[in-house]
């Protein structure tokens, strides 16, 4: 790296005057109508009005509006009046000139886009508590009005990103949390999809920068590799293309690290089973009478005609968009190396729109083309504005961000058939959108090959196998585990069916039982079994004897003033007396325990911590400090959505923080863990975590339907890298399906 303190003035000058000359050229380089005179004067304006001011980093202040300019024309599309509203973005915030002078020396419009962006200028970092939140607001009610505003701050927002390594720690941690709670959202919403990973890359390399770095190992240790299988991959296919006479071209991309973590994360799955490392793009640039559909649909024969393709792995944005505008054929394929490569097909157009989005979208919008799902966004966005009437601008920013995501989830079957379902639906409301019949047998589901119970929420993109079981009957609770009103219509109607049955089958269990002992059916006899049961009224009684929620062979022993039966259906073990463990953890371990490692790095911390009852984070973890109102640091895990949220909210009195466990304090924590039924499955567990001796185990909680069971185990444990042993360990047994921390 140059160190910018160093340099003469001269040197600062000749790299300003280079910096501007190269903007100039990417401004050349467009199809926009050439406006040097205006360029040339904005820049001059502002480099005057920043003259002398410095950066953290020691590089002239101009540099930072001259990079946001050059992101406004190379990443984003747009033209002079926001080129000059970019280099002058923070002369009204920074120095003594006002936006009169502004609307004097240039026009109104670049003044009132310059008046947008010093309105939501990250300047604020008072004692207001949600000054933060409160610019955001500002900066999406500028949307309807010149949604160039907000292209331009997230320009503005890329830079500082991109140069945060001069920044503190703390400063750091408040910036990527308002990064990934709006920005990176914000960008994916309005398609501009290279600045949303990127933005999402850096935060996660700020954040969690010791995972960060190693991945950045292990892709660049791989990278050679993919290179050559790149090579030989579109061999053959760049043959065919070129004999069809395609104008064309072939691109690689490899995964970011972030990106390889989340698929690491909710895959579950290690660095090296990450298959689509590489991907391949080929964007084809269609002649004027030419159908770009037709074509990527050609060229995707053409690739599959050499290359076997995954059989589940097609996608066709063509025909159904994504809802941000997203156009595309992915298809995954047998590379010559035995491994997958998914490859995304694509006219120039496609990828314009979803480098680009916004900018390109209109460039390409046709007088009579209908009204497209980002414009509806739009206007939405703007009616909320318009209705509602917030309270405060954190709730604002949480309805708002509800909006940022999009309504609809596209979910695939075994097949590979394309279903559109309303966002937030589960695998029951999917079994039920398949079939009524499919719906009330449904046990559970298989997404991308991993068992998820029928409450799991489908994100996009998932493949879903419904599993079903005959002797399978809908159930009660049901009605909060789908979201769509369909599914809830269909199981209501299935339910007041089954229920006459189910409470006709109780009420015979019942009587059968209570005869059974000589006992006549009255009031008396029903009185018993219903106080048995702590159950109030007899309908409710025959219900859950009717589901087969409650045994009746319990019953004959009540009158007969025998002893209590064991009737549930969880089991529930205790272990051991932990009691005096959990007090450790609920109560302030700094105040009593001096030997605590909680490791404030640049502030002075308050009197004592708290561990945040949202994330439970443990030592290991990857935490952050909360500085309460009291001076009490509360410790969240860095990835937990509240932290988060304080991040972006109250970024001032976030710390950086970093915990390492020295074994004395143990913390309660839970993992889930899933699969299919088996005898003697408790034992293994239970030995499994016996065996380990940093791990105690508090309760376990096991319920299990149709052969597919969901359970919870709380336990003790020092640090995160005890959990991770232990859910390795616990992996070994064969009917275990998945093993997680939830907390
Ligand atoms: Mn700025």
Same mark, same amino acid.
């Given at each position: 790296m140059i160190d910018y303190h160093n340099l003469t003035p001269e040197q600062e000058e000749e790299m300003i005057q280079s910096e501007f000359k190269a903007l100039l050229r990417d401004y050349a380089a467009t199809a926009h109508k050439q406006k040097i005179e205006i360029i040339t004067k904005a820049f001059e304006f502002a480099n005057k009005a920043h003259g002398g001011v410095k950066r953290r980093s020691g590089e002239p202040y101009i540099m930072h509006p001259l990079a946001v300019a050059r992101i406004v024309v190379n990443e984003i599309g747009l033209g002079s009046t926001s080129i000059c509203a970019a280099l002058l973005h923070d002369v009204v915030e920074d120095t003594d000139y006002t936006v009169e002078d502004i609307a004097?020396?240039?026009?109104? &419009?670049?003044? *009132?886009?310059?008046?947008?962006?010093?309105?939501?200028? $990250?300047?604020?970092?008072?004692?207001?508590?949600?000054?933060?939140?409160?610019?955001f607001r500002k900066l999406i009610l500028t949307i309807p009005e010149d949604v160039r505003v907000i292209l331009i701050k997230m320009a503005d927002r890329l830079h500082n990103m991109r140069t945060l390594g001069s920044m503190p720690p703390a400063k750091q941690l408040k910036i990527t949390g308002e990064t990934q709670y709006i920005y990176a959202p914000l960008a994916q919403r309005l398609g501009f999809?290279?600045?949303?990973?990127?933005?999402?890359?850096? *935060?996660?390399? %700020?954040?969690?920068?010791?995972?960060?770095? &190693?991945?950045?190992?292990?892709?660049?240790?791989?990278?050679?590799?993919l290179e050559d299988a790149f090579r030989i991959f579109i061999q053959p296919i760049t043959k065919i293309l070129d004999s069809y006479g395609y104008d064309y071209e072939i691109v690689k991309r490899i995964k970011s690290p972030y990106s390889v973590f989340k698929k690491m994360q909710t895959k579950h799955i290690t660095f090296e089973e990450v298959y689509d490392l590489l991907a391949v793009r080929i964007i084809l640039k269609p002649k004027p009478n030419e159908n770009e559909k037709a074509n990527c649909w050609v060229t995707y024969s053409a690739i599959t005609s050499i290359y076997t393709p995954h059989p589940d792995r097609t996608r066709d944005w063509i025909n159904t968009p994504k809802s941000n505008g997203y156009e595309a054929l992915h298809v995954t394929v047998m590379g010559p190396g035995?491994?997958?490569?998914?490859?995304?097909i694509r006219s120039q157009r496609m990828n314009d729109i979803a480098e680009k989005g916004l900018a390109a979208h209109w460039k390409y919008k046709t007088g009579e083309q209908e009204e497209s799902d980002l414009d509806k966004w739009f206007k939405s966005i703007k009616e909320m504005l318009d209705t509602s009437d917030f309270?405060?601008?954190?709730?604002?920013?949480?309805?708002f961000k509800l909006n940022l995501y999009s309504t609809e989830i596209f979910v695939f079957t075994p097949k590979g058939d394309i279903r559109k379902m309303p966002a937030k639906s589960t695998a029951l409301d999917f079994a039920f959108h398949l079939h009524s019949d499919i719906g009330s047998h449904c046990i559970g589901a298989k997404v991308d090959h991993r068992l998820v119970p029928i409450s799991y929420e489908l994100q996009s993109g998932d493949q879903v196998e419904i599993l079903t079981s005959k002797s399978q009957k809908p159930q009660m609770e049901w009605l909060d585990f789908c979201t769509t009103g369909k599914a809830k219509a269909q199981l209501r109607t299935i339910l007041k069916k089954e229920l006459k049955a189910i409470i006709k089958r109780g009420q015979d269990a019942v009587e059968e039982a209570i005869n059974s002992v000589g006992q006549p059916v009255n009031n008396q006899t029903l009185q018993v079994v219903l106080d048995h049961f702590k159950i109030t009224n007899s309908a409710n009684l025959y219900s859950a004897i009717g589901n087969g929620k409650i045994d009746t062979s319990v019953i004959p022993s009540l009158f007969l003033n025998k002893t209590k039966n064991k009737w549930m259906r969880i089991w529930k073990l205790q272990f051991g007396s932990n009691d005096n463990k959990k007090e450790e953890t609920t109560s302030q371990p700094t105040q009593h325990n001096p030997k605590k490692t909680l490791h404030i790095t640049d502030a002075d911390v308050g009197s004592g911590y708290k561990i945040a009852d949202c994330c439970q984070p443990i030592p290991g973890d990857n935490v952050l400090g909360f500085i309460e109102t009291g001076g009490d640091v509360i410790v969240h895990k860095? =990835?937990?959505?509240?932290?988060?949220?304080?991040?972006?909210? %109250?970024?001032?009195?976030?710390?950086?923080?970093?915990?390492? +466990?020295? &074994?004395?304090?143990?913390?309660?924590?839970?993992?889930?863990?899933?699969?299919? =039924?088996?005898? $003697?499955?408790? &034992?293994?567990?239970?030995q499994v975590i016996s065996d380990d001796y940093? !791990?105690?185990?508090?309760? !376990?909680?096991? =319920? +299990?339907?149709?052969?597919?069971f969901l359970g919870t185990l709380d336990i003790y444990v020092y640090s995160a890298d005890d959990i991770n042993n232990l859910c390795k360990n616990l992996?070994?047994?064969?009917?275990?399906?998945?093993?997680?921390?939830?907390?």
């Amino acid at each position: 790296m140059i160190d910018y303190h160093n340099l003469t003035p001269e040197q600062e000058e000749e790299m300003i005057q280079s910096e501007f000359k190269a903007l100039l050229r990417d401004y050349a380089a467009t199809a926009h109508k050439q406006k040097i005179e205006i360029i040339t004067k904005a820049f001059e304006f502002a480099n005057k009005a920043h003259g002398g001011v410095k950066r953290r980093s020691g590089e002239p202040y101009i540099m930072h509006p001259l990079a946001v300019a050059r992101i406004v024309v190379n990443e984003i599309g747009l033209g002079s009046t926001s080129i000059c509203a970019a280099l002058l973005h923070d002369v009204v915030e920074d120095t003594d000139y006002t936006v009169e002078d502004i609307a004097n020396e240039f026009n109104p &419009k670049i003044a *009132s886009i310059v008046a947008g962006l010093t309105k939501i200028s $990250g300047g604020i970092f008072g004692e207001g508590a949600s000054a933060q939140a409160e610019n955001f607001r500002k900066l999406i009610l500028t949307i309807p009005e010149d949604v160039r505003v907000i292209l331009i701050k997230m320009a503005d927002r890329l830079h500082n990103m991109r140069t945060l390594g001069s920044m503190p720690p703390a400063k750091q941690l408040k910036i990527t949390g308002e990064t990934q709670y709006i920005y990176a959202p914000l960008a994916q919403r309005l398609g501009f999809f290279l600045i949303k990973t990127e933005l999402e890359n850096l *935060s996660f390399k %700020y954040e969690q920068p010791s995972i960060y770095s &190693k991945l950045e190992r292990q892709i660049m240790q791989v990278t050679p590799m993919l290179e050559d299988a790149f090579r030989i991959f579109i061999q053959p296919i760049t043959k065919i293309l070129d004999s069809y006479g395609y104008d064309y071209e072939i691109v690689k991309r490899i995964k970011s690290p972030y990106s390889v973590f989340k698929k690491m994360q909710t895959k579950h799955i290690t660095f090296e089973e990450v298959y689509d490392l590489l991907a391949v793009r080929i964007i084809l640039k269609p002649k004027p009478n030419e159908n770009e559909k037709a074509n990527c649909w050609v060229t995707y024969s053409a690739i599959t005609s050499i290359y076997t393709p995954h059989p589940d792995r097609t996608r066709d944005w063509i025909n159904t968009p994504k809802s941000n505008g997203y156009e595309a054929l992915h298809v995954t394929v047998m590379g010559p190396g035995g491994n997958w490569i998914e490859v995304q097909i694509r006219s120039q157009r496609m990828n314009d729109i979803a480098e680009k989005g916004l900018a390109a979208h209109w460039k390409y919008k046709t007088g009579e083309q209908e009204e497209s799902d980002l414009d509806k966004w739009f206007k939405s966005i703007k009616e909320m504005l318009d209705t509602s009437d917030f309270t405060n601008a954190v709730e604002f920013m949480d309805t708002f961000k509800l909006n940022l995501y999009s309504t609809e989830i596209f979910v695939f079957t075994p097949k590979g058939d394309i279903r559109k379902m309303p966002a937030k639906s589960t695998a029951l409301d999917f079994a039920f959108h398949l079939h009524s019949d499919i719906g009330s047998h449904c046990i559970g589901a298989k997404v991308d090959h991993r068992l998820v119970p029928i409450s799991y929420e489908l994100q996009s993109g998932d493949q879903v196998e419904i599993l079903t079981s005959k002797s399978q009957k809908p159930q009660m609770e049901w009605l909060d585990f789908c979201t769509t009103g369909k599914a809830k219509a269909q199981l209501r109607t299935i339910l007041k069916k089954e229920l006459k049955a189910i409470i006709k089958r109780g009420q015979d269990a019942v009587e059968e039982a209570i005869n059974s002992v000589g006992q006549p059916v009255n009031n008396q006899t029903l009185q018993v079994v219903l106080d048995h049961f702590k159950i109030t009224n007899s309908a409710n009684l025959y219900s859950a004897i009717g589901n087969g929620k409650i045994d009746t062979s319990v019953i004959p022993s009540l009158f007969l003033n025998k002893t209590k039966n064991k009737w549930m259906r969880i089991w529930k073990l205790q272990f051991g007396s932990n009691d005096n463990k959990k007090e450790e953890t609920t109560s302030q371990p700094t105040q009593h325990n001096p030997k605590k490692t909680l490791h404030i790095t640049d502030a002075d911390v308050g009197s004592g911590y708290k561990i945040a009852d949202c994330c439970q984070p443990i030592p290991g973890d990857n935490v952050l400090g909360f500085i309460e109102t009291g001076g009490d640091v509360i410790v969240h895990k860095r =990835d937990c959505p509240v932290a988060q949220k304080l991040q972006a909210s %109250y970024g001032n009195r976030i710390l950086s923080a970093n915990w390492e +466990t020295q &074994k004395v304090l143990s913390f309660l924590t839970t993992i889930e863990i899933s699969g299919v =039924d088996q005898t $003697g499955l408790l &034992k293994q567990i239970v030995q499994v975590i016996s065996d380990d001796y940093a !791990i105690n185990i508090k309760n !376990i909680n096991i =319920d +299990t339907t149709n052969g597919v069971f969901l359970g919870t185990l709380d336990i003790y444990v020092y640090s995160a890298d005890d959990i991770n042993n232990l859910c390795k360990n616990l992996l070994k047994i064969k009917a275990l399906k998945s093993v997680k921390r939830i907390k």
